[in-house]
């Protein structure tokens, strides 16, 4: 069902990742996906964002079991807010992450793979997608985070112009 507001706003592309693919049943060609998630539908990076709003653009191909894989490749953009731990102002970081990962179904096998790619655990074959952004999204973000503004920088570092 649509909801009128879905249509006024167009918003319709913005609908929710998969939360249950089930890589074995996959489709021959794999799947493609390329949409934009509102940040405030991943909770646990909502979390730590100064502000809640904003969209992550996503970009994602799927590929069957093959000689390498099940592979997820992927290309996630946003302008994160995040706050300065130095200013405690909210700045704007961008985020532009790429994601080459071999999906894996256990423990054993991510270990196996571990030396010599860079595997996801897909428990039991089932690929849990916003979780798979989450993960990936909060790894990447700045352990300490820093604004560029002019004043911070020069308040930190004393350098004076
Ligand atoms: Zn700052």
Redesign the pocket.
Known sequence: MRRQSDTVRGAAKRSPLPRRVVLAKLPHGGMQVKQRVPLAGLPRLAQVLAEPGGELAVELKLQVAGAGGPRLQASLSASLALR?S??L?T?HWPLALQLDLRLVADADEERRWLAQDEPYLAAAGVLDMPRLIEDEVLLALPSVA??R?DE?LRRWQGVSY
């Open positions: 300065c130095r200013c102002q700045f820093h604004c503004r911070c």
